[in-house]
């Protein structure tokens, strides 16, 4: 609430409700953390780096047609409001908070059925 960001969690073992960051964590596994020694120092301070510029800056993308994460956030720079549009038109008494139970949520399913 305090930086303006919805949090919506997942249901515990639904991996198909947040394909992006799981398809971006197999890229990961598969183009990166496979060719380099996670032990080394020098992961954190050079690799890593490294790699998160090369997929941000160069790597093309198949979700993107080919472009890059840059290209795309360039081409959306001019529709994409600035901070302060943002916080000036944000407006916390319309926000919903739901904390998600997920056990309590399937007993309460249950309980629906069975009426």
Known sequence: ??????FRPNKPGSPHLNGNVERSQRTDKEEFYSTVNLDLEELKNETLPEWQNYYNWQRAHGSFKG??????????????????????????????????NYQRDLQLRKVKRSL
Do not use: F, G
């Open 1 to 6: 609430m305090e930086h303006c960001i919805k």
């Open 67 to 100: 472009k890059t994460p840059m290209d795309i956030v360039r081409e959306r720079l001019e529709q994409t409001p600035l901070w302060e549009d943002v916080h000036a038109n944000y407006k916390t008494e319309n926000e919903r908070i739901q904390i998600s």
